[in-house]
């Protein structure tokens, strides 16, 4: 929890450089860790879709069946903002116990800021 915690310290100190804008172009090469579950278009895969997820509540996709630790999570209206979205992956089990979600989570501040960058605007190329 303390790595987790250090970590998130450490990526809201970048959001006044320009590494916390990321490179969405460095973050879909991010985004290959992510693509076996998860996708950028409006289609749910063994996770949901990403897409949209900035802004958008926590586990609200419609037709995707969340685990019971996710939409427990999500109680009070949390919504997918960077900050939490850049906490959740540096250790998506310590941040959400009992996630079906299998990734260990992205080591690098850098990787997530990129990653984000990505998911902010996927058609990047």
């Not at 690098?108 to 960058?117: Q, V």
Request: net charge positive; charged share 20%.
């Amino acid at each position: 929890m303390k790595h987790l915690l250090a970590g998130a310290a450490a990526f809201l100190c970048l959001t006044t450089s320009a590494l916390a804008e990321g490179d969405p172009i460095a973050g879909k090469a991010v985004f290959k860790k992510c693509m076996a579950c998860h996708s950028t278009e409006p289609v749910n895969k063994v996770g949901p879709t990403l897409s949209g997820i900035i802004g958008r509540p926590v586990a609200s996709i419609a037709d995707y069946g969340y685990s019971p630790a996710m939409t427990a999570f999500a109680e009070g209206g949390k919504q997918w903002s960077e900050g939490l979205i850049a906490e959740y992956l540096m250790a998506p089990k310590a941040m959400v116990p009992g996630t079906r979600m299998t990734f260990a989570g992205l080591k690098k501040i850098e990787d997530i800021a990129n990653l984000i960058a990505y998911l902010k605007s996927p058609a990047q190329e």
